[in-house]
C-alpha cells in the first residue's frame, strides 16, 4: 500500500511540474507570442526529431516581426542542475538574400537551469527574414554540447 501512495504522489508531482508554466516579456511582447513553430524537426512521416544532447536537456529559437520591429528568442535548458554552467550564443538575423543584418554573439543569461536571450532591433528595411542561432553549453568552460536552431522565415511588408 505504502509503494502505491508513493507511485501516486510521484506522478501527481510530474503532472503538476509538467502543466506549470512560465512566463516572458521582450520589449512589452510576451514571450509565448514569438513564434518558435519554426524550430521544430520532423522526419519523413511526420514525427518529431528530438536529438540527444549531452548536457542540455532542451534548446529553442524564437523569432517574429511586429511592425517594423524584430523580436528574436533563444533558449536552453539543462539536463540537470549543475550540467551547464553557461551558454555562449550566437544569434544571426538573416534576409532572404543569405546576408546576416544583425549579429549577437554573447553569453546568454542564467535562472537557475535556463539560460535564455531575448533581444528586439528595428528593422531598416521591408524583406523576409529568418533567424539563426548557435548555442554553446560549457561546463566548467569545457564544451558540452553545440546547438543550432532556425526558425521560419518572417516578413515584414
Known amino acids: 500500500m505504502r509503494r502505491i501512495c508513493l507511485l501516486v504522489v510521484a506522478l501527481m508531482c510530474v503532472f503538476v511540474f ?15 507570442e514569438v513564434d518558435t513553430a519554426g ?7 511526420g514525427q518529431e526529431i528530438v536529438p540527444f544532447y549531452v ?4 534548446a529553442t529559437a524564437g523569432f517574429s516581426i511586429k511592425g517594423d520591429k524584430a523580436i528574436c528568442f533563444a533558449e536552453v535548458a539543462a ?4 550540467s551547464i554552467t553557461s551558454v555562449k550564443g550566437k544569434i544571426q538575423v538573416i534576409n532572404s538574400s543569405g546576408k546576416s543584418i544583425k549579429t549577437y554573439d554573447q553569453y546568454l543569461d ?7 536571450f531575448k533581444k528586439s532591433f528595428k528593422l531598416t528595411k521591408k524583406g523576409s527574414y529568418y533567424m539563426k542561432a548557435t548555442l554553446y553549453c560549457y561546463k566548467d568552460g569545457v564544451k558540452k554540447d553545440t546547438i543550432t536552431k532556425k526558425t ?4 515584414y511588408n
Open 110 to 116: 542564467r535562472v537557475g537551469t535556463v539560460f535564455t
Open 39 to 45: 524550430t521544430i524537426d520532423v522526419d519523413s512521416s
Open 18 to 32: 509538467s502543466i506549470s508554466s512560465c512566463f516572458a516579456v521582450v520589449d512589452g511582447v510576451p514571450v509565448e
Open 79 to 82: 539536463r540537470k542542475s549543475g
Open 55 to 58: 548536457s542540455a536537456a532542451f
Open 152 to 155: 521560419a522565415i518572417k516578413s
